[in-house]
């Protein structure tokens, strides 16, 4: 995705300065997108984000609170939307509606 | 060293063989290394991909994994070729800017970045991920190694793994145990050596599993020794190791497929490898023997670099140790070691660099100072003046009382509340002993009374050299078992297990 749309990766592979520098102008608005595979799950603020696509399924709920808590972050007028693709007619679906039920009851 | 995860054994109670690569699985292995081949210059991730697709040719699943990993080790990645995070945040920057224009177009995107950095709009966007683990290419060996010499590697892969897990390793070896000991020492193990009950040497040596910190170092450090052990003349090697949860022991003998390494160097400088060819061009009287038996000073084994035995007078025998370029440290430990031997006929050749003092040196050993080079002529000048002096001077010569000049059962027809045994339990290497009369036999006494007797021919062969005794110590215990001795003579043991004495006897000569 990040080689075909030219938008900065945070992986596992991506060191540590690299991440700082894209997160940093992430915050400024010099970037408006990042792509991320689960380094973004836990552990770090995303505050500027307002928009999360979600294209693989989190494993439990757990993980999937805290993924959509990194774009939930409060801010000055933030309203935040998270899309969670799943594939229609699987079990997908049913994982989704678990997850959202999770979020509501906090 | 293979990691825990692929290590291939097979366990049974708590025994663990592991899984070798023979002959029989040459022919998939030939099938891997071709397969290997086409993967040449691929990005690595498709290299994983590829590798963990069923194989072309059916092999035991193991041992497959054992052969990828340790070809995977002998493969290399190319260098990164540029500042690839550099050029990701410069294109992610453009392309964002792009896209707030809505003049996004992927090519001007890479086209705009590769200009920022001075690079051709091609090379951006092949080289735009180029520092990650799984888009780094992948390099195969020239030449790739044949099936023979890749299940060499995997074995040895094997062994090396399974030494690190291990909390306590064992080696017995017979013959050829200084390269190993040497090899102990200068990677630091934490090892004593010890002479094995059976006539050998044995190594105990803490595993990595034994320690907190820095276990990988210290494996490595292990693991290295396996390939010299094939050089031995036998070995037997026992890891106690933690496999699967659980603790198993692994044997490794002979007869495993442990490929050896390059053949150990004969000499441990070249300022031994100089003196040993200085020494035999300068004198026909005199052999150098390399790598002589190890001796033994307060329970440690000491492997002396020569002993030089008279072509025609083999009783006629001195040690020669070598003290280098070594620490003051060093020195003392070896100084206060050969105090502990008082009657061992030794010459010592000390590097004046040391500025050793006399005060430190042993008594009763003979010193050869040299800088860089020792010469063999100064050398042959000590042990001549040791055995040779003018006719008047005392003369001094060590024989040993070996085991076929004792009577080995003598102790063994003692039960074991016999005193003879508790005197035998409190000696040690090093203490003095004493001829004594028992009759008409001879006896070697300690402190509180006789610990051995002399059989019929060992009285023959000591009788008429008593007046010349100047002192005995004591070399060692020989452990001995009632199931050792001859069927006629058990009838008369009364106990299982004793200890037969071995003495070096210091005598004068006018």
């Known amino acids: ?106 | 060293m293979l990691p825990a995860d692929r290590i291939q054994v097979q366990i049974a109670g708590v025994e663990a063989t592991p899984v070798w690569l023979g002959i029989e699985d040459h022919t998939w292995l030939r099938v891997l290394i071709e397969d290997f081949a086409r993967l040449d210059g691929r990005a690595y991730r498709e290299v994983i991909t590829f590798l963990q697709e069923p194989p072309r040719l059916r092999a035991p699943a193991g041992k497959r994994r054992m052969a990828i990993w340790a070809l995977l080790s002998l493969c290399t990645r190319d260098p990164i070729p540029l500042d690839a995070a550099s050029l990701r945040d410069a294109v992610a920057v453009e392309a964002q800017r792009a896209r707030d224009a809505g003049l996004y177009d992927r090519c001007d995107v890479i086209a705009a970045g590769a200009r920022s950095l001075g690079l051709s709009p091609a090379a951006a966007d092949e080289h735009l991920f180029a520092d990650l683990p799984g888009e780094r290419r992948f390099r195969v060996p020239d030449p790739l190694p044949d099936p023979q010499s890749l299940a060499a590697s995997t074995n040895l892969a094997l062994a090396q793994g399974l030494l690190r897990l291990a909390s306590e390793v064992t080696i017995e070896i017979f013959g050829g145990a200084r390269v190993v000991v040497r090899q102990m020492h200068l990677r630091r193990l934490l090892c004593t050596v010890r002479r094995a009950e059976t006539d050998g040497v044995r190594l105990d040596v803490s595993g990595p599993f034994s320690l907190f910190h820095h276990t990988t170092m210290y494996g490595r450090a292990l693991a290295s020794i396996l390939p010299l052990l094939p050089w031995c003349e036998r070995f037997d090697l026992v890891a106690r190791c933690m496999l699967r949860g659980r603790g198993v022991s692994v044997h490794l003998r002979p007869g495993d497929p442990i490929p050896p390494s390059e053949p150990p160097r004969v000499y441990d400088s070249r300022l031994e490898e100089r003196f040993a060819r200085d020494f035999g061009r300068a004198n026909l009287d005199w052999d150098l023997v390399r790598e002589p038996e190890p001796i033994e000073s307060g329970g440690v084994l000491m492997f002396p670099d020569f002993a030089v035995v008279h072509r025609r007078d083999t009783s006629r025998r001195f040690l020669l140790e070598i003290v280098g370029f070594w620490t003051p440290d060093y020195l003392r430990e070896k100084l206060s070691r050969l105090h502990a031997m008082p009657h061992t006929p030794l010459v010592l050749c000390i590097d004046r660099g040391l500025n050793c003092s006399a005060g430190e040196l042993p008594p009763h050993a003979r010193v050869v100072w040299f800088q860089k080079r020792i010469e063999p002529g100064a050398v042959l000048a000590a042990i001549e003046a040791e055995t040779t002096e003018p006719a008047g001077h005392i003369v001094r010569r060590t024989e040993r009382v070996e085991l076929g000049d004792l009577f080995i059962d003598w102790a063994g027809r003692r039960p074991a509340s016999d005193p003879v045994h508790r005197r035998l339990a409190t000696l040690e290497a090093g203490d003095a002993v004493q001829f004594g009369r028992d009759g008409r036999r001879l006896t070697i006494e300690g402190k509180d009374g006789p610990i051995a007797m002399l059989s019929q021919l060992g009285c023959a062969c000591w009788e008429p050299k008593l007046d010349r005794v100047v002192s005995a110590t004591l070399v060692r215990l020989v452990d001995r078992q009632a199931t050792q001795s001859a069927p006629q003579w058990r009838a008369g043991l009364r106990c299982e297990r004793w200890q037969v004495p071995i003495v070096d006897v210091l005598l004068a000569e006018r």
Request: with cysteine; aromatic share 4%; proline share 4%.
């Open chain 1, 1 to 106: 995705m990040a080689r075909e749309h030219l938008v900065q990766p945070i992986t596992c592979d991506i060191g540590p300065k690299e991440r700082t520098r894209a997160l940093e102008r992430f915050s400024k608005g010099e970037l408006c997108i990042l792509v991320s595979a689960r380094v973004l799950n836990e552990g770090l603020d995303v505050p500027a984000a307002d928009i999360a696509i979600m294209v693989g399924g989190s494993q439990g709920s757990r993980e999937y609170v805290q993924r959509v808590g990194r774009v939930l972050r409060p801010a000055q007028g933030k309203r935040a939307i998270v899309y969670d693709l799943v594939t229609r007619g699987t079990f997908e679906v049913r994982r989704a509606d678990k997850h959202r039920r999770a979020l509501a009851s906090g």
